[in-house]
Each structure stands twice: as structure tokens, then as C-alpha cells.
């Protein structure tokens, strides 16, 4: 049998990081995730998904995420019952993250005027460059964030690659 699930989205409010009596760290959220496909009004709909994630991925999930985070989530799915105080059986459908992956700086969404384009690398040896329509730091706007500039760039001088370079 296989249970996988892969989901890219936003969040739709902070997380809520809380510790068990044993104290393991859990966090749960909701991520909003778009459907492929357009209603008859031409509008997306989402779907809202509940998420589970344990341990130290918990923890950095409720420090790094909060509310309009783009995340990447892969885990299971599962199901879980209880009775609620009126003694009707609740069934619950949630993720149970292996994973969560920050897909965007921390804060992106929320600085004024980022035009960020450029996708972080995840750690130190990955790169990742993709232009950027932002200005030079003049001003005192987007102090501190990542500048990225494609090494690829036409810089008008013709490239220097023998026979023996090429894969083919």
C-alpha cells in the first residue's frame, strides 16, 4: 500500500506549536492549496489542509512559518476519530508531514515593495539563480536580502568551452 502526499500552498494563519506530557514538540497548521482547474466564475478554488508535523521539524515549522508562508509539505495521510462533548463521533482527515520545506525567504510576503524573484537556495551547496526585477539596495529598501543575478547574463564576450568540456 502506498500513503503519499506531496502539497505546495500557503498557510492560512500562524502555526500552533504545542508539547505533548512527554514533551515532543507538535505543530499543526492549514495550508491553503489551489485547485488545477477554474470554477464556473473563472475564479480558483482552494482546498484548506490540515497539517500535523513532530519533533524539531515542529518546532522550525512555528519559528520559521506564519500566516501567507508558501510551504512545501510531503507526508501522510491519516484519519483519527474522537467523541465530542456532545457524544457524536468527530472524524478527522489530516497530513502527518515527514517534511516541510520553507519555500520563501522569512518575511518575503510582508516587505514592502520585494519584488522577489529568485528562489533560496536550501542549503549551502545548492544554487539557485533566477533574475531579479529589484533595484540596487538604495534607500534602506530590502536591506539585508539575498541579491541574485544570473551567471548566465549576456555580458557580450564569447565563451570559452573545447570539445572535451561537453557531455555529448
Known amino acids: 500500500m502506498i500513503n503519499r502526499v506531496v502539497l505546495v ?3 492560512t494563519k500562524n502555526p500552533e506549536l504545542r508539547y505533548t506530557p512527554n514533551g515532543v514538540a507538535v505543530t499543526s497548521f492549514t495550508i491553503a492549496v489551489n485547485r488545477p482547474f477554474s470554477n464556473q466564475q473563472g475564479d480558483r478554488d482552494a482546498d ?3 497539517v500535523v508535523v ?3 521539524q515542529a518546532e522550525n515549522a512555528a519559528n520559521f512559518l506564519q500566516k501567507g508562508s508558501l510551504a512545501g509539505v510531503e507526508g501522510r495521510i491519516q484519519t ?3 467523541e465530542n ?4 463521533r468527530v472524524y478527522i482527515t489530516e497530513v502527518v508531514a515527514d517534511s516541510v520545506q520553507f519555500l ?5 510576503r510582508h516587505a514592502e515593495g520585494s519584488n522577489f524573484a529568485a528562489p533560496v537556495p536550501s542549503s549551502p551547496d ?3 539563480y533566477a533574475p531579479s526585477n529589484r533595484q540596487s539596495n538604495s534607500g534602506g529598501q530590502n536591506q539585508g536580502a539575498p541579491s541574485f543575478e544570473d551567471p548566465f547574463a549576456n555580458d557580450s564576450k564569447p ?5 572535451d568540456d561537453l557531455p555529448f
Do not use: C, M, T, V
Open 80 to 82: 483519527r476519530s474522537y
Open 54 to 56: 513532530w519533533r524539531r
Open 126 to 128: 545548492q544554487h539557485s
Open 48 to 50: 484548506f489542509i490540515p
Open 104 to 108: 520563501e525567504p522569512k518575511g518575503a
Open 9 to 11: 500552498g500557503r498557510l
Open 159 to 163: 565563451i570559452d568551452i573545447s570539445d
Open 85 to 88: 462533548n456532545e457524544g457524536r
